[in-house]
């Protein structure tokens, strides 16, 4: 059973994890998808200290770092750790990379021989790092701040994996998939099995909330969504609760549109996130009223800013007010954002707060 049916933790003084618990909040705690990135300055001279992206990735006291700017310079009641989804296909064995301007690159997973030369057994040595990375700035962070460690969902992570880079038509993961669905369900479960290793690692080392990014949920019809979305999803959550029930994690079903309720209703997640397009008012009525939300600016909105933001922002607070709400992006933070515009979009939740 999913664990916002019913509220049964003691308010913790932080203001993001109680929500998760689902206490409804006067005010909603906020963070960021991808608020640590390029478009802080002091994130840029980091990175043009590390090198490259999976260099500052695997470069402990540097991905502490940049994780606790945003915190620093914006007090979000969240900080969510510097890594990246593809650490896992990476920790497993499989070549990954990434083309400075054009994104990751993998080598394509396709076959069985290719899934025989993949391993769980070797994610926890090579991504001790990113493990250090959590309890450097768990130690670091103010005390009502909550840490969030993250996963890519199932199959998120195999359509890199088969199509070794980002795509457009999902030609390869879609024709393993829907041709030979017995094969690909071995690949979802390895992926199933080292996300349950790599979240429990994250959350021994510090994490005191996780979340399951399922950036390509939106490409797969239905059954197929309940199948390789939901399903994979299920396993990991039930399986991640009996090792660390108190921990609450969310689910961001990117793009799943009128598959939210079914995931709602069936991941088991503690949390649902919701993209861009999902209207705030809808949501609030088909989804469940205990059931905690978060999310949904448009990033762009963040880019613009101004009288524009402000009329947004401030729809999404009043259709969610009385719920348990995390305030979030529908996406990650562009990195044409100004700065200011953060500082304004905190300013406009705090003041908010207060009426």
């Not at 969240?78 to 083309?99: C, K, M, N, R």
């Not at 209703?265 to 209207?279: K, R, Y």
């Not at 953060?342 to 939740?349: I, K, S």
Request: charged share 20%; with cysteine.
């Amino acid at each position: 059973m999913s664990g916002w049916k019913t509220v049964t933790h003691t308010p913790t003084g932080k203001p993001l994890l109680d929500t998760l618990r689902g206490h409804v909040q006067q005010s909603p705690p906020f963070w960021l998808m991808r608020q640590a990135g390029r478009y802080l300055p002091e994130y840029r001279a980091v990175r043009a200290k590390a090198g490259g992206f999976l260099d500052l990735c695997y470069a402990p006291e540097l991905a502490a770092e940049v994780t606790l700017q945003p915190i620093r310079r914006y007090g979000m009641d969240a900080a969510i750790i510097f890594s990246d989804i593809l650490v896992v296909p990476h920790g497993i064995g499989q070549p990954v990379w990434f083309e400075e301007g054009e994104g990751p690159r993998l080598e394509p997973v396709r076959d069985a021989t290719a899934l025989a030369g993949l391993s769980v057994d070797r994610l926890p040595g090579k991504l001790a790092p990113v493990y250090e990375a959590l309890a450097r700035t768990r130690a670091a962070l103010p005390p009502e701040t909550t840490l969030i460690g993250f996963a890519g969902a199932p199959w998120t992570i195999a359509s890199y994996m088969v199509e070794g880079r980002g795509s457009k038509e999902y030609l390869e993961v879609k024709r393993w998939a829907f041709g030979d669905p017995e094969g690909f369900d071995r690949l979802i479960a390895l992926i199933v099995d080292a996300t349950v290793e790599h979240l429990s690692l994250q959350i021994r080392a510090g994490a005191e909330v996780v979340q399951l990014f399922d950036s390509w949920a939106g490409v797969l019809p239905e059954a197929a969504f309940r199948r390789w979305s939901i399903a994979p999803i299920r396993a990991i959550v039930d399986r991640l609760r009996a090792r660390h029930p108190d921990v609450p994690i969310i689910g961001f079903p990117r793009g799943a549109a009128h598959n939210y309720p079914a995931y709602a209703a069936d991941a088991g997640v503690d949390a649902v996130g919701l993209d861009t397009v999902v209207p705030v008012g809808w949501a609030a009525g088909a989804l469940p009223p205990t059931l905690p939300l978060q999310g949904n600016l448009d990033p762009v909105m963040l880019v613009v800013g101004g009288a524009a933001m402000e009329r947004e922002v401030c729809g999404i607070l009043d259709a969610f007010a009385g719920r348990p709400f995390v305030f979030n992006l529908g996406h990650g933070i562009l990195q044409y954002t100004p700065p200011d515009n953060v500082a304004h979009l905190t300013r406009v939740l705090r003041e908010w707060r207060r009426t």
